[in-house]
Nanobody, 124 residues
Framework: QVQLVESGGGLVQAGVSLRLSCAAS????????MGWFRQAPGKEREFVAS????????YYADSVKGRFTISRDNAKNTVLLQMNSLKPEDTATYYC?????????????????WGQGTQVTVSS
């Protein structure tokens, strides 16, 4: 069973970049597809990005495509979310999630392992 801990959130101005990190422990990291989700106040949690266990395939929500990049370093048991050109509507708590299996999923119900979340606030 894998444990996940996110870091890197903060308060930033619109247009700048921020990088989130998720450190995994307790499992063979490359066996897990990983995803990032976010939840804004008063809204349901939504899919942001995901990456296969090997890191060779990624998938993004339309709202972040071209601005966010998901990547992973299996040697360091880490998955990253590079967020560029941030907008106020990106304000949310960001969660790292993991699932056994190498294929991508956008469905939060298919991810049994979750971190505690890290807050990202983008001011205009």
């Amino acid at each position: 069973q894998v444990q996940l801990v996110e870091s890197g959130g903060g308060l930033v101005q619109a247009g700048v970049s921020l990088r989130l990190s998720c450190a995994a422990s307790g499992g063979t990291f490359s066996h897990y597809a990983m995803g990032w989700f976010r939840q804004a106040p008063g809204k349901e949690r939504e899919f942001v990005a995901s990456i296969t266990g090997s890191g060779d395939n990624t998938y993004y929500a339309d709202s972040v495509k071209g601005r966010f990049t998901i990547s992973r370093d299996n040697a360091k048991n880490t998955v990253l979310l590079q967020m560029n050109s941030l907008k106020p509507e990106d304000t949310a708590t960001y969660y790292c999630a993991g699932r056994v299996g190498t294929w991508i999923s956008t469905m939060e119900d298919e991810y049994p392992y979750w971190g505690q979340g890290t807050q990202v606030t983008v001011s205009s």
